[in-house]
């Protein structure tokens, strides 16, 4: 009903990337091709909110979610391509994920700072959105990046 009720109200929808079971989100999941795969899943669900009427659409490649750190890295990394392939604006949520854990050997409760590396990183690589616990400092980060990102050379 979720689609149903996003088409009736004009909500906006995340489309969010997941294989399998949301509680088994760790176990690591096989790719043949990461990037195709996960946008062609993404895109499906996509379809199917289109079809129910939902025009508001984001896209979330499902950070953490049964993929590897290097899955993670790369879909950071790929945020605009994604969006671009999809057609809707692409959102990210790297707050304190145990990816940022595993690349900075930092215990969660200390992930504010990665955490915003990647975001920052995602955004100059074409995420539209990014989700964080630290708001505040993170909408500071991102306008220094916004910043950087407009500034032209003569």
Do not use: W
């Amino acid at each position: 009903r979720i689609l149903d009720l996003c088409g009736e109200a004009n909500a906006v929808y995340v489309a969010g990337h997941l294989r399998g079971d949301p509680r088994a989100m760790q176990e690591r999941i096989e790719f043949s091709d990461l990037f195709a795969e996960v946008a062609d899943e993404i895109a499906a669900a996509l379809a199917r909110a289109r079809a129910a009427g939902v025009r508001r659409l984001v896209a979330d490649p499902g950070l953490g979610f049964g993929k590897t750190v290097q899955h993670n890295v790369t879909l950071l990394a790929r945020a605009g391509e994604l969006s671009a392939r999809l057609g809707v604006p692409v959102m990210v949520g790297p707050s304190r994920k145990a990816f940022l854990g595993a690349l900075t050997g930092l215990p969660v409760e200390r992930r504010d700072a990665p955490s915003l590396a990647a975001a920052v990183a995602a955004a100059v690589r074409g995420a539209d959105f990014v989700r964080l616990h630290a708001v505040a400092d993170a909408r500071a980060a991102l306008a220094v990046a916004d910043a950087v990102r407009r500034e032209t050379h003569p």
